[in-house]
């Protein structure tokens, strides 16, 4: 009785986990536009002055983002089309000097209310340059006139500790200054809120150790 021949496969080789690990880079960050509006001639106001600068995102914000699991973690902020569902629904001004850290829950002295949104809107996708969302603020002629120095965004008008960002107000050479708001005047607030595909890692990468 002739043997059984039993056929050979290749063998094939099962990647570890570890092996499989795919590295990804990504940056998240928020820009503010501010102008000084000048308003007494109704029929064509004049910006008196104006900067855009950057902000850290505080650290508060970024771990509420990473355990939540509802439409107000990171994803929900990125896609909503409007300011109530997200993390930007509110801006706040105050009169505090001191530097940005990570750690902070609150403007150093604020002044006035808080301002809700007045237009919101959100990227559709990911796209070349990333998602964001770009959500406007308008401080009226009789809202937190003064000195202002330092501005946030936050969620919620009432919740203590919410902040998303805190910034002092900075000239094109990133120096602090001091904006001074008067009656006749509308201060215009632009912020956008982003994450970037880091450029070290343009692409996902599969490592094996």
Known sequence: MAGIIVPKFPEKYIPTWREMEVEVGAK????????????RNFSRPVVVRKGKQKNMILGKMIDYWMKTSNDNNFLGTMKSSSASYGH???CVLGTGTSAPTRNQT??????????SFQTHSASSDFGVYGVYTETTYEFQEDECNGDLTEWGIKPYSTTPGSLLCRELFRDEDGDPVVLTKTNSQVLRMTYRLYAQRA???SESIVRSE
């Open 88 to 90: 930007v629904r509110y």
């Open 106 to 115: 609150a403007l150093d002295s604020q002044i006035g209310s808080n301002k």
């Open 28 to 39: 998240i960050g928020g820009e503010l536009m501010w102008e000084l509006i000048d308003t």
């Open 199 to 201: 450029s070290d890692y």
